[in-house]
């Protein structure tokens, strides 16, 4: 029974088609200052993860409000080494030109938290620091 139940709610994620795409861009969602994303993607979600100069990501994104799919919001975690070192999670959103499903540029920002730790200029403290952010990415879909 268990096994059955198991199958059963795994079976949607089995069928669905979607296929794999390659970003680069500026800001936390392409691993700090500049990176790129490989990212699996159907008609209206993104599943993807980021190497950047500075640090990695992982994602997701999902579309809403129209038909073309060009909004979507979502989340990303990650860590970069400038002002993340401990880690950064935020709230997304992006304006992808062409829809989310189509090569094109991308635009977006998020509401989070970064973690790092407090530095003064002659000493480190050793302790860390949460603080709010917004970020701002910029992107091009091959």
Do not use: C
Not at 65 to 88: C, L, P, R, T
């Amino acid at each position: 029974m268990k096994k059955t139940l198991i199958t059963l709610a795994l079976l949607p994620l089995l069928s669905i088609a979607g296929e794999y795409e390659t970003t680069i861009g500026l800001g936390h969602q392409y691993g700090g200052i500049i990176g790129a994303q490989l990212g699996y993607k159907t008609t209206s979600t993104k599943y993807y993860a980021a190497i950047g100069a500075v640090g990695f990501a992982l994602g997701a994104q999902t579309t809403f409000g129209d038909v073309k799919n060009k909004h979507a919001y979502g989340f990303v975690v990650g860590k970069e080494s400038i002002q993340a070192e401990d880690g950064f999670i935020f709230v997304t959103y992006d304006y992808h030109f062409d829809g989310l499903e189509n090569n094109g540029f991308v635009i977006g920002t998020g509401v989070g938290f970064t973690r790092a730790d407090e530095y003064h200029w002659f000493a480190d403290r050793g302790e860390i620091e949460t603080t709010p952010f917004i970020t701002l990415n910029i992107g091009y879909k091959f």
